[in-house]
C-alpha cells in the first residue's frame, strides 16, 4: 500500500492523518470535504511501531508537502502528530487535534463497557464475538472481523450517526497491537503530556460533548505545557464529528476556520 493520497493538485499545505491504529483511509470523508476547497495530503501509516510511524509521518510531510504544514489528526492520528510536531518542530506550523485521547493511562477509562452500554443486546453479541476472533482467534486474515468491530465501535461513539460507507483500505490488526502495547507503556507516566513542551506551533483541540473519553483529561494538562493551545467542544458530538447529524456542519466550519 503507498503511504499517501493526494487531494488536488500541489503545494500541500494541509495534511491530514488517520486514526486506529491500522484504519488507513478512515479520514477520506474529512479529507474530501476540505479537498472542495483546497489541496490536501493524506498520509497513510504503514509501520507497525510508534517509531516508525512518527519517522513515516516526517518523511511524506518533508518529501510532498509544503513546510511547514497544517497538521491534521484524529484519534490515534493526533496522537501520531502530537507526537511527530514534538519531534520535528520545523515541519509543522499548526496542529489540529480532533478527539486525541487522554494521554496518561490513569485518565483513559474502560472504553468497552461505554461501547457495549450503547449498543443493542444483538449488536453486543456481535461485538463480544467479534473481540473474540480478532484479539484472541487463528484466523490469517483478520482484516475484515476487525472492519466489523470498528463499525460497532464507531456507531457506539457517535451521538446521531449519519448513514456513509466505510472507507479503511485495510485493517491492519498487527499495527493495532503493536502500537496499543506500546503506547501503554508510554502513558504509564507523564512522559506523553512532558512532550508537549516541545511543540513550537499553535495546538486546537477538536472534542465531542458525547466522547467516551474524558476531556478534561486532554485539555487541562496539554494547556498546562503548550503555550498556544485552544480547546473546542463541540454539542451533540461524539468521537467521529464527520458523521454526526447535529454537529458536522459546525465541526467542518470550525475545521476550515482553524486551518486557515
Known amino acids: 500500500m503507498k503511504n499517501f493520497r493526494t487531494w488536488g493538485k500541489p503545494p500541500y ?75 520535528y518542530p520545523q515541519l509543522i506550523d499548526k496542529l489540529v487535534l480532533i478527539g486525541i485521547p487522554p494521554l496518561m493511562l490513569k485518565d483513559r477509562p474502560d472504553l468497552t463497557a461505554t461501547w457495549l452500554d450503547r449498543l443493542s443486546e444483538k449488536e453486543r453479541v456481535e461485538f463480544i464475538a467479534l473481540e473474540k476472533l480478532v484479539w484472541d482467534g487463528d484466523l490469517a486474515n483478520k482484516s475484515e472481523p476487525m472492519g466489523r468491530l470498528f463499525r460497532l465501535i464507531t456507531k457506539a461513539e ?79 458530538c461524539g468521537h467521529y464529528p464527520w458523521l454526526e447529524k447535529y454537529a458536522r456542519d459546525e465541526f467542518f466550519k470550525i475545521l476550515r476556520e482553524e486551518i486557515k
Not at 516526517?58 to 513546510?67: C, M
Not at 485495510?170 to 507516566?189: D, H, M
Not at 511543540?199 to 503548550?226: F, H, M, N, Q, W
Open 13 to 87: 499545505k494541509v495534511a491530514i492523518v488517520h486514526g486506529g491504529p491500522g484504519a488507513p483511509g478512515s479520514i477520506a470523508p474529512v479529507t474530501r470535504e476540505l479537498s472542495k476547497d483546497m489541496p490536501v495530503l493524506e498520509p497513510l501509516q504503514t509501520k507497525n511501531s510508534i517509531d516508525g510511524q512518527i519517522a513515516e509521518l516526517a518523511d511524506v510531510l518533508k518529501k510532498n508537502a509544503e513546510i511547514p504544514v497544517v497538521l491534521v489528526g484524529h484519534s490515534w492520528g493526533a496522537t501520531l502528530s502530537y507526537m511527530t510536531a514534538a519531534r
Open 158 to 236: 457517535c451521538c446521531e450517526m449519519l448513514p456513509g460507507k466505510d472507507e479503511v483500505l485495510e485493517y491492519q490488526v498487527k499495527a493495532n497491537v503493536f502500537i496499543f502495547r506500546e503506547l501503554y507503556k508510554i502513558t504509564e507516566g507523564t512522559q506523553l503530556v512532558e512532550l508537549g513542551r516541545k511543540i513550537l506551533c499553535p495546538v486546537t483541540v477538536i472534542y465531542g460533548d458525547y466522547d467516551p473519553r474524558p476531556a478534561a483529561a486532554v485539555k487541562e494538562p496539554l494547556s498546562r505545557v503548550i503555550e498556544n493551545f485552544k480547546f473546542i467542544m463541540l454539542e451533540k
